[in-house]
């Protein structure tokens, strides 16, 4: 029989399947020391623990995962790894459970023609995507066909996609959730140190004497990190910044309660203060900055009447909080999504930079201005994704970069494209412009988790052609595809993650995947192939494969992790963080951080000093809708869109199972509000019915609603920050209505 193009791809599909079963042997056979093929499979000894990192956030625990006949029956905390020192929060002790829900994508669905998803077998389904993809192409142009990717897979897949989608398919444009949470820091770091560069590692937590918390909840949102922090000897102050009094705020020895959306005239506040009672470190400021003049003069118009005005705050709090942090001898300042998710987030986070700088605070024990990440590998797409950034950290824009990876890769470097890419925000309005046709969304639940949700539900039915792949068939944005492409989960895949502190560890298999479900890994490798892109893809064999392409793309590079060996000893040093380039050798549980030399990655090595003036809210509390929405984490046990944490009973049991809005008793009060009644929370976007739950956590003309549960974005207005194009999800208009009865 003559092996045509279309059955040689159809072949090697079937090849991957029956890979996919090997990849349990080969996977499985690292705890016992061996990566090959051939080595006894760990799975046939009944009483295996092999480690691996947890799938949640970027905390980057470690879980001892227990088999049997080897499948995973149980976990328990790593005791002796970095990072999280024998502890787990309750989703990481509930890894396991997704995995065996009984709405787990088994295998393809594609649409008929009465718009239903019907099973399919892979080869079909493979197919489909190719035609309907070129066909878009060949019709609307390589760029009317886009990707979004996700925070939660390993950097091998993230990388092969990026690679597969840019350099083969011809796609320009190309996303991932990160832009949801992480874009501000990676543009703020960019910006000021000239490499997206978190410089701390977990132990700054323990080494403060002073911990400035801005618009973070590690209790609820990184609670090992937490836990970290209690460990600290110090007798630390700890200092939350956050209108709500959150968990962690309750547990401070400052809370500083400001008006929403005011810290960016509140950080200007505080260093005019430093500047004015002589408490800044000039020597550091003078060796190892640039632009501290014009900065000083910026902040001098931010007098403490203008600042207390603005953040609503007493000048005593001002003047502790510069007092804190002036006379601190290790202050670190750690930030997550309070300040990410702002329509200025990225101007916040460099003041929040700028503290640290003209602090001295940077490079030493303890210190640091420090972004915690979100997801398990947001750090690992930030340099690896190739969405908008070129892999290994580069710039689509820079030809030296272009050819540097052309020549990395061995590919033609006319195959790399010159532009950047779209953001998230500008893929979605360009199905709405009708410049983009075709979108394949990989690991994230758009559907659920984009701001203003009811205008981006309105804006996928545009497309052309949408294809989900996920682990699960029923997440909302897979019930609007085209075509679902099961895939793998955590714990039944291979390859490695990059945590907050710029530690990889490595994820294996230790599960078997349902069905026809495949590691991304190998869907992508069967796209390739069906996609004729086989052979440009022959040396990307395997994720470990993969992670020596990356270690040679990373070569020279800030984030240089050449020098580590691979998968074994990662795994057996308990991680190893970035940098590591050749000929330095790791040590075993070592934490390091950043610019200890005060170098930076800019061309004269010198950190910068960025600074704005604040801009108006975007969508300011108004006579119709006079509260302001804040949203956020509402407890340790969810995770994001809930996709995996709901199918876990002992999660939901930890959490209220009803949508919510906190509510202050001032507000509840004036709306005649009891403990029990339900109200409608409507927003110029839309309405919602969830229950109010009155506490003195939000300040009176504030609500609080978390953002796991769809109703949140319902409300929530699109706003963006100019610079990292990150979406504005912590302030918009409400009014609230009490409902005479339950829904
Ligand atoms: S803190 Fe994060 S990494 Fe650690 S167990 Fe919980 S979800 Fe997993």
């Known amino acids: 029989m003559t092996e045509t193009p279309k059955k040689r791809w159809l072949l090697r599909a079937k090849d991957l399947l029956r890979m996919h079963d090997g990849e349990l042997t080969r996977g499985l056979s690292r705890t016992q020391g061996g990566f090959g093929l051939g080595q006894v499979p760990e799975r046939l000894k009944p009483d295996a623990t092999t480690n691996m990192i947890c799938g949640f956030c970027s905390t980057g625990c470690s879980l001892s995962i227990h088999l049997k006949n080897g499948q995973a029956i149980n976990l328990s905390p790593a005791r002796d790894y970095p990072?999280?020192?024998?502890?787990?929060?309750?989703?990481?002790?509930?890894?396991?459970?997704?995995?065996?829900?009984?709405?787990?994508?088994?295998?393809?669905?594609?649409?008929?023609?009465?718009?239903?998803?019907?099973?399919?077998?892979?080869?079909?389904?493979?197919?489909?995507?190719v035609t309907r993809m070129r066909a878009i192409q060949a019709k609307y142009g390589p760029d009317s066909v886009a990707f979004l990717s996700t925070g939660q897979i390993p950097t091998e897949e993230m990388a092969l996609l990026g690679s597969i989608a840019k350099f083969g398919m011809g796609m320009?444009?190309?996303?991932?959730?990160?832009?949801?949470?992480?874009?501000?820091?990676v543009v703020a770091y960019k910006e000021s140190f000239g490499f997206d560069a978190p410089p701390f590692t977990y132990k700054d937590f323990e080494e403060s004497d002073v911990l400035v918390f801005v618009g973070a909840n590690p209790c609820i949102a990184h609670p090992i990190m937490w836990e970290r922090v209690c460990k600290n000897p110090n007798n630390p102050e700890i200092v939350v910044i956050d209108p709500r009094r959150t968990e962690t705020a309750m547990a401070a020895t400052l809370h500083v309660?400001?008006?929403?959306?005011?810290?960016?005239?509140?950080?200007?506040?505080?260093?005019?203060?430093?500047?004015?009672?002589?408490?800044?470190?000039?020597?550091?400021?003078?060796?190892?900055?640039?632009?501290?003049?014009?900065?000083?003069?910026?902040?001098?118009?931010?007098?403490?009447?203008?600042?207390?005005?603005?953040?609503?705050?007493?000048?005593e709090t001002l003047s502790k909080l510069a007092e804190l942090i002036g006379r601190g001898k290790r202050v670190s300042f750690w930030w997550t999504m309070g300040v990410n998710q702002s329509y200025e987030g990225v101007r916040t986070a460099q003041a929040i930079?700028?503290?640290?700088?003209?602090?001295?605070?940077?490079?030493?024990?303890?210190?640091?201005?420090?972004?915690?990440?979100?997801q398990c590998n947001a750090m690992g797409s930030r340099l690896f994704s190739n969405t908008t950034n070129l892999l290994g950290g580069r710039d689509f824009t820079n030809a030296d970069h272009r050819a540097d990876v052309a020549q990395l890769l061995n590919i033609d470097v006319q195959r790399i494209p010159q532009r950047g890419s779209f953001a998230y925000d500008q893929i979605i309005s360009g199905i709405l412009s009708g410049k983009i046709k075709g979108l394949w969304v990989i690991a994230t639940n758009t559907a659920h988790s984009w701001i203003n949700q009811a205008d981006l539900h309105d804006t996928l039915k545009r497309l052309d052609f949408l294809v989900v792949q996920d682990m699960y068939s029923t997440t909302e944005t897979a019930v609007r595809a085209d075509?679902?492409?099961?895939?793998?989960?955590?714990?039944?895949?291979?390859?490695?993650?990059?945590?907050?502190?710029?530690?990889?560890?490595?994820?294996?298999?230790?599960?078997?995947?349902?069905?026809?479900?495949?590691?991304?890994?190998?869907?992508?490798?069967?796209?390739?192939e069906a996609w004729g892109l086989?052979?440009?893809?022959?040396?990307?064999?395997?994720?470990?494969?993969?992670?020596?392409?990356?270690?040679?793309?990373?070569?020279?590079?800030?984030?240089?992790?050449?020098?580590?060996?691979?998968?074994?000893?990662?795994?057996?040093?308990?991680?190893?963080?970035?940098?590591?380039?050749?000929?330095?050798?790791?040590?075993?549980?070592?934490?390091?951080?950043?610019?200890?030399?005060?170098?930076?990655?800019?061309?004269?090595?010198?950190?910068?000093?960025?600074?704005?003036?604040?801009?108006?809210?975007?969508?300011?509390?108004?006579?119709?809708?006079?509260?302001?929405?804040?949203?956020?984490?509402?407890?340790?046990?969810?995770?994001?869109?809930?996709?995996?944490?709901?199918?876990?009973?002992?999660?939901?049991?930890?959490?209220?199972?009803?949508?919510?809005?906190e509510v202050s008793p001032v507000d509840a009060k004036a709306l005649d509000l009891g403990p029990t009644?339900?109200?409608?929370?409507?927003?110029?976007?839309?309405?919602?019915?969830?229950?109010?739950?009155?506490?003195?956590?939000?300040?009176?003309?504030?609500?609080?609603?978390p953002m796991h549960h769809p109703e949140t974005n319902q409300l929530t207005f699109a706003a963006f920050d100019p610079y990292s194009r990150q979406p504005s999800y912590k302030a918009c208009a409400v009014r609230l209505e009490r409902l005479d009865s339950s829904p």
């Open 83 to 129: 990072v999280n020192l024998g502890m787990a929060c309750p989703k990481g002790w509930e890894s396991l459970t997704p995995l065996k829900a009984a709405d787990r994508a088994t295998q393809p669905l594609l649409k008929d023609a009465n718009g239903k998803l019907v099973p399919t077998d892979w080869p079909t389904a493979l197919s489909t995507f």
């Open 172 to 185: 320009v444009h190309g996303d991932g959730n990160t832009r949801q949470c992480m874009a501000t820091s």
């Open 257 to 315: 309660p400001l008006a929403p959306k005011s810290d960016l005239a509140l950080l200007y506040g505080v260093a005019a203060l430093l500047i004015k009672q002589g408490m800044v470190d000039k020597e550091f400021v003078a060796e190892h900055t640039e632009g501290y003049a014009e900065f000083a003069e910026h902040v001098a118009k931010f007098t403490p009447k203008e600042v207390c005005e603005r953040t609503g705050l007493p000048y």
């Open 353 to 374: 930079i700028a503290l640290a700088l003209i602090t001295g605070n940077i490079g030493r024990p303890g210190t640091g201005p420090n972004s915690i990440t979100g």
């Open 483 to 528: 075509l679902v492409l099961p895939a793998a989960g955590w714990g039944e895949k291979e390859g490695t993650f990059i945590n907050s502190e710029r530690r990889i560890g490595v994820i294996k298999r230790v599960s078997r995947a349902p069905g026809q479900a495949l590691a991304d890994f190998y869907i992508f490798k069967a796209v390739a």
């Open 534 to 661: 086989g052979e440009m893809f022959e040396e990307w064999s395997s994720p470990e494969a993969v992670f020596q392409i990356l270690k040679r793309l990373s070569r020279g590079r800030p984030c240089d992790f050449s020098g580590i060996q691979g998968y074994e000893q990662i795994d057996s040093l308990g991680g190893i963080q970035w940098p590591l380039p050749e000929g330095q050798a790791p040590q075993q549980s070592e934490e390091r951080r950043l610019f200890a030399d005060g170098q930076f990655f800019r061309e004269n090595g010198r950190a910068r000093f960025l600074f704005a003036d604040p801009a108006p809210l975007p969508e300011a509390p108004n006579a119709k809708f006079p509260l302001m929405l804040l949203t956020g984490r509402g407890s340790s046990a969810q995770w994001h869109t809930e996709t995996r944490t709901k199918k876990s009973e002992v999660l939901k049991k930890l959490h209220p199972g009803v949508p919510y809005v």
């Open 677 to 705: 009644d339900w109200v409608r929370v409507r927003s110029a976007r839309g309405s919602v019915t969830v229950k109010a739950f009155i506490t003195h956590v939000v300040q009176p003309g504030q609500v609080f609603m």
